[in-house]
């Protein structure tokens, strides 16, 4: 699987006006890494970054740790 064949989503809490990241399960699944990327750029960069650290950066969005300023 090549990131550029990879299913993309959104989290279903996403309803801000297009400010979404998304990311790539079956990639995840696949890798080992999460691949995370800007949803209004979908041909931009893609972060790669691990399970864990994905799980504390969602863990944080829940908490309200990210609130705009």
Known sequence: MTIESARWVTSSYS????????????SALATGTVPVRDSKNPGGPVLHTSPASFAAFVAGVKAGEFRAV
């Open 15 to 26: 309803d801000n006006g297009g400010s979404c990241v998304e990311w790539a399960p079956s």
